[in-house]
């Protein structure tokens, strides 16, 4: 694999809301997951990309793709070449995630860049040289990965905001997903570069300013949401968002 920043051809986001198709290029493709997954067949071998690996699809390779609604990828288009003239699956680190979203402006676009509309929406890439450069980094040193049970994240998170009065420790989370919780665990930390309870405290806080911003009583709130006692919702408030419970109320 040659590094460098003259690697793409080119280089884009792509946000996807459900389509499937099937083709093949004269070029290779890269496809790295920032968020969601997309189902894939390879030449006749199934395969997927998520939001904690990536994927070189060589020149010339027949391939389909089922994006699920919602999913968001670095495409790289790169001329064929050794280290891009096979199938490969490689793992991509929460923390070079980060620094590819960083370099292709993903973070900044998600306030509104890709819209959240039908269709595939694409947007290019200025900094080629610099994704090139945090890709050559990643690919050098990224260890090839098997298949993995997919989370299904959805419906996990249906059924925790729907209950969440409710304790909810990180076996019960990972019973919903037929996982071991030290496995669950892991899986969870891979995608999304946190814990599971850390994703959890940010959801009940999150469903805690959109009450108390509606007006909701504090003490209410914070039963709704899982927290013991009002007091203990403010603290959280105060250590997790830097703010009290009446800052977040509508004037």
Do not use: K, N
Not at 68 to 97: H, K, M, S, T, Y
Not at 121 to 135: E, K, M, N, Q
Request: hydrophobic fraction near 45%; charge should be positive; aromatic fraction near 4%.
């Amino acid at each position: 694999m040659r590094s460098g920043p003259d690697l793409p051809l080119s280089c884009t986001l792509r946000r996807y809301s459900g389509e499937h198709a099937a083709h093949a290029h004269d070029h290779a493709q890269v496809l790295i997951g920032l968020q969601g997954r997309m189902e894939l067949e390879v030449q006749g071998r199934a395969a997927f990309v998520d939001a904690a690996c990536g994927i070189v699809i060589p020149a010339g390779a027949v391939h389909g793709y089922l994006a699920l609604p919602g999913a968001r990828f670095c495409v790289i288009d790169a001329a064929a070449q050794p280290g891009l003239d096979r199938l490969r699956r490689f793992a991509v680190p929460a923390e070079a995630r980060r620094g590819l979203g960083l370099a292709t402006g993903a973070l900044e676009s998600e306030g509104g860049a890709l819209p959240g509309l039908p269709g595939v929406w694409t947007l290019p890439v200025g900094d080629v040289a610099r994704v090139a450069a945090h890709f050559c980094a990643l690919l050098d040193r990224a260890p090839r990965i098997l298949a993995r049970r997919a989370l299904p994240l959805e419906r996990l998170q249906q059924a925790v905001s729907a209950a969440l009065h409710e304790p909810w420790p990180t076996a019960r989370m990972a019973a919903l997903c037929h996982m071991s919780p030290q496995r669950f665990h892991a899986r969870w930390q891979e995608l999304a570069g946190t814990t599971p309870q850390a994703w959890l405290r940010g959801l009940r806080l999150d469903a805690a300013a959109q009450r108390l911003a509606r007006g909701q009583r504090l003490d209410d709130v914070a039963l709704a949401c899982g927290y013991a006692t009002g007091s203990a919702l403010a603290s959280a408030l105060r250590r997790e968002r830097g703010t009290g419970a009446r800052g977040l109320r509508r004037p």
